[in-house]
């Protein structure tokens, strides 16, 4: 009843290293199969649902950046203007041409970058260098649409000082309340960029917070300086 262990050691190492081969193939000459047939499929299906959530969140960042931008250029602008006048007209003309100005600046800037990446796209399915974007049949760069976007942003944006704060008569309050409901909307747009960024809310709000407050601070201090040398001080009733 005696034996050698050495009889059955080969035996179980060459399966084991055979099971581990992927290049091994079994004795009708095939190649293992895997247990699951739509696994791959169900790995592409899923990489292309976090691309398109992807390219999605990336989307809504923008437009989150967008309208901060929007808030803080107007916001800064109409309380700068607030240094220099005691009049509403002042800030209301101040804050109308800021936000006009400031979103066609956005759009002509997008569209330009936005065309060069267009371009770029173009000129390598032409050269038949991309033939993943062809296979995938992903829609290329719209600089129209990217353009609208970023303006459309800037003025939502825009808007909460420039409708909260140009029409109140009083000059202290008028700072007040643009003052006010330009740190909540930073807070809220904050928040929600960091959330589409996969940061932590309150994090983020307390940044965009605190430069918003830095941006008007500067102008207001700037140009109450500046009214101060040059002794300007428009006191006129409006």
Known sequence: ?????SSIVPTATTSTENSMNPMHREPNGSLPTSDNPNKDLELGKDADDTTDYMQRAQWLRA????????LVS????????????????????????GLVAGACSMAIGEFVSVYAQ????????????????????????????????S?????????L??????FIKSWGARLGVVSGVSSLGLVVFGAVGALLGGAKPYKGALRVLIGGW??????????KVFSVLFHININSSG
């Open 1 to 5: 009843m005696s034996f050698r262990l």
């Open 63 to 70: 437009s989150v950046l967008g309208a901060n931008d929007g």
């Open 74 to 97: 107007v916001a800064s602008l109409m309380i700068g203007v607030g240094a220099a006048s005691s009049t509403s007209k002042a800030m209301l003309v101040s804050g109308l041409a």
């Open 118 to 149: 267009y371009d770029i796209e173009k000129t390598l399915i032409e050269r038949g260098e991309a033939n993943d974007v062809e296979e995938n049949k992903e829609p290329l760069a719209n600089p129209l649409l990217a353009a609208g976007a």
């Open 151 to 159: 303006a459309l942003a800037f003025l939502v944006g825009g808007l």
């Open 161 to 166: 000082p420039l409708l909260a704060g140009a």
């Open 214 to 223: 830095l941006a008007m601070l500067i102008t207001y201090g700037i140009l």
